[in-house]
């Protein structure tokens, strides 16, 4: 009686030995699919960062366009001022009166604030547009990131999950198995 009371301890120990040994491969399994999980999401990240990138380029093709349409502008201002002050001045050269000259004077006043109004509409078009490209940089970004990196997360998360699942079944099934087979040399005896 008492050996078959040692070896039925022996057996319960052995399977207890075993559901143990299980639980900590169990738990090295669920830090093997936080692993996985974790680098689904890093590699996810690289669609992200090509996509900054490639908008990043893209934002700076709009940003070098707008600043050499600016600056474009004002070669135009300026050169446009000094043909206009050079005509002004040739015209007053040859006036006779100074009430000539006073009426001169008010028309080139007159048409360097005609001369200002327009050079600030077409630097308003200039930026709107520049804003415009910008805006359509970020939309796009925006669009093409998001289905792409979420579908790659939830492929590798329900991989590592199926993974999981599986190990998680066989080891469970291992360790009933054990205990079951603990018990019945037991009850044989």
């Given at each position: 009686?008492?050996?078959?009371?040692?070896?039925?301890?022996?057996?319960?120990?052995?399977?207890?030995?075993?559901?143990?040994?299980?639980?900590?491969?169990?738990?090295?399994?669920?830090?093997?699919?936080?692993?996985?999980?974790?680098?689904?999401?890093?590699?996810?990240?690289?669609?992200?960062?090509?996509?900054?990138?490639?908008?990043?380029?893209?934002?700076?093709?709009?940003?070098?366009?707008?600043?050499?349409?600016?600056?474009?502008?004002?070669?135009?201002?300026?050169?446009?001022?000094?043909?206009?002050?050079?005509?002004?001045?040739?015209?007053?050269?040859?006036?006779?009166?100074?009430?000539?000259?006073?009426?001169?004077q008010?028309?080139?006043?007159?048409?360097?604030?005609?001369?200002?109004?327009?050079?600030?509409?077409r630097?308003?078009?200039?930026?709107?547009?520049?804003?415009?490209?910008?805006?359509k940089?970020?939309?796009?970004?925006?669009?093409?990131?998001?289905?792409?990196?979420?579908?790659?997360?939830?492929?590798?998360?329900?991989?590592?999950?199926?993974?999981?699942?599986?190990?998680?079944?066989?080891?469970?099934?291992?360790?009933?198995?054990?205990?079951?087979?603990?018990?019945?040399?037991?009850?044989?005896?």
């Amino acid at each position: 009686m008492n050996t078959e009371l040692n070896e039925f301890l022996e057996q319960q120990k052995k399977g207890l030995v075993q559901l143990a040994s299980d639980l900590r491969k169990a738990r090295v399994a669920a830090a093997r699919k936080a692993a996985q999980e974790s680098a689904a999401r890093i590699k996810s990240l690289n669609v992200r960062v090509r996509t900054l990138a490639r908008s990043g380029v893209r934002l700076s093709v709009v940003s070098h366009g707008a600043v050499q349409s600016l600056i474009e502008l004002q070669g135009d201002i300026v050169s446009s001022a000094l043909n206009e002050a050079a005509e002004k001045i040739q015209q007053m050269a040859y006036t006779e009166s100074v009430r000539d000259l006073a009426r001169m004077q008010a028309e080139v006043l007159q048409s360097a604030r005609q001369r200002i109004v327009d050079d600030i509409a077409r630097a308003v078009v200039i930026l709107k547009d520049a804003a415009g490209d910008a805006r359509k940089v970020a939309t796009r970004a925006t669009a093409t990131e998001e289905p792409a990196a979420k579908k790659t997360v939830r492929r590798k998360v329900k991989q590592a999950k199926r993974k999981a699942a599986r190990g998680k079944a066989t080891t469970t099934a291992r360790a009933k198995r054990g205990v079951r087979k603990v018990a019945r040399r037991g009850a044989r005896r």
